[in-house]
């Protein structure tokens, strides 16, 4: 990518041993994005895509008309605090030296404390997604917890005042006997970093909506269909090569290429057959049915 495009920039980070440790790549359209649209950024690391189960990770932003703009990638050994300040550093450098005025990362120890050093100007908050996703998990042996769950959302969505939210808070964990559920004790100690009513007065334009994933998600549906029209056009229009004298391999009907090569691989093992076990000397229908049984 680099030797067709030199403005491409691409890191490798190696071991003394050799051995490789980190890798960064922003294209050029993401550079060229990112100076228009650095006001707010997310940074995520969920994903596992390969054997040696690297975490994948991304910087997206969004540009002027609300959609998602990727502004580089990594693959991370470790999902350490050494590590992420490489990642930040180092993009930042090849983003000429401009930081975003606002990131938002999963709840991570390593991450928080990899951008207070590299980008302490940057508001940093967690994704609320990525918590809500939690619930299931953390709360999933208290009572009741459909409508614990339900009243855990009114209250982070719906507290319009940082005072309601710390009264509706420490009712709804009094109530609900929480007191020493270590995940909410912790959420509650950092709330200034995730819970809406203590960020509205940032800028922080929403990452993604479901509008624009039933739009991508009509892309990625629609792209497969014209694939799959297009397999359906060759298949109906190629001129078939048999490689038989079996009426049933140029039958019309059979108008999928890739069943027809399945018949025809049945067809050269069917031959291979005739020849060792002497049904050469049948006729065509008798041999068929003879391979068959």
């Known amino acids: 990518m680099h030797q067709i495009n030199r403005d491409f920039f691409h890191l490798m980070e190696v071991s003394d041993a050799g051995r490789l440790l980190n890798v960064m790549w922003i294209h050029p359209r993401s550079k060229a994005a990112y100076e228009e649209f650095?006001?707010?950024?997310?940074f995520d690391t969920t994903y596992l895509v390969n054997k040696y189960r690297m975490p994948f990770a991304t910087v997206v932003g969004i540009n002027h008309h609300g959609q998602s703009?990727?502004?580089?990638?990594?693959?991370?050994?470790?999902?350490?605090?050494?590590?992420?300040?490489?990642?930040?550093?180092?993009?930042?450098?090849?983003?000429?030296?401009?930081?975003?005025?606002?990131?938002?990362t999963d709840?991570?120890?390593?991450?928080?404390?990899?951008?207070?050093?590299?980008?302490?100007?940057?508001?940093?908050?967690?994704?609320?997604?990525?918590?809500?996703?939690?619930?299931?998990?953390?709360?999933?042996?208290?009572?009741?917890?459909?409508?614990?769950?339900?009243?855990?959302k009114t209250i982070i969505y719906e507290s319009l005042t940082v005072e309601i939210f710390e009264?509706?808070?420490?009712?709804?964990?009094?109530?609900?006997?929480?007191?020493?559920?270590?995940?909410?004790?912790?959420?509650?100690?950092?709330?200034?970093?995730?819970?809406?009513?203590?960020?509205?007065?940032?800028?922080?334009?929403?990452?993604?909506?479901?509008?624009?994933f039933v739009e991508q998600y009509e892309v990625a549906i629609t792209d497969k269909?014209?694939?799959?029209?297009?397999?359906?056009?060759?298949?109906?229009?190629?001129?078939?090569?048999?490689?038989?004298?079996?009426?049933?391999?140029?039958?019309?009907?059979?108008?999928?290429?890739?069943?027809?090569?399945t018949v025809q691989n049945f067809l050269k093992k069917l031959s291979l057959g005739f020849v060792t076990s002497g049904l050469q000397d049948m006729g065509v229908d008798a041999a068929v049915r003879a391979s068959m049984c």
Not at 119 to 134: D, E
Not at 170 to 198: A, C, M, Q
Not at 227 to 254: A, P, Q, R, T, Y
């Open 38 to 42: 650095h006001d707010v950024v997310s």
């Open 69 to 104: 703009i990727l502004l580089g990638c990594a693959l991370v050994t470790h999902e350490d605090i050494r590590s992420f300040k490489w990642l930040f550093s180092n993009w930042l450098e090849a983003m000429g030296g401009i930081h975003p005025h606002a990131i938002l």
């Open 167 to 212: 009264t509706n808070w420490n009712s709804f964990i009094t109530r609900r006997g929480l007191e020493n559920n270590d995940w909410l004790i912790d959420l509650y100690d950092k709330r200034e970093s995730w819970v809406p009513v203590f960020l509205h007065h940032y800028f922080w334009q929403e990452c993604s909506t479901l509008k624009q």
């Open 225 to 261: 269909l014209h694939k799959e029209l297009l397999v359906d056009f060759e298949s109906k229009n190629k001129i078939v090569k048999c490689i038989s004298d079996f009426s049933f391999e140029s039958w019309n009907g059979m108008e999928k290429d890739k069943i027809f090569k």
């Open 107 to 152: 709840q991570c120890e390593s991450i928080k404390a990899a951008t207070r050093e590299v980008m302490p100007n940057t508001i940093h908050r967690f994704c609320l997604w990525h918590i809500m996703c939690k619930l299931p998990q953390k709360l999933k042996n208290v009572p009741e917890f459909g409508s614990v769950s339900l009243e855990f």
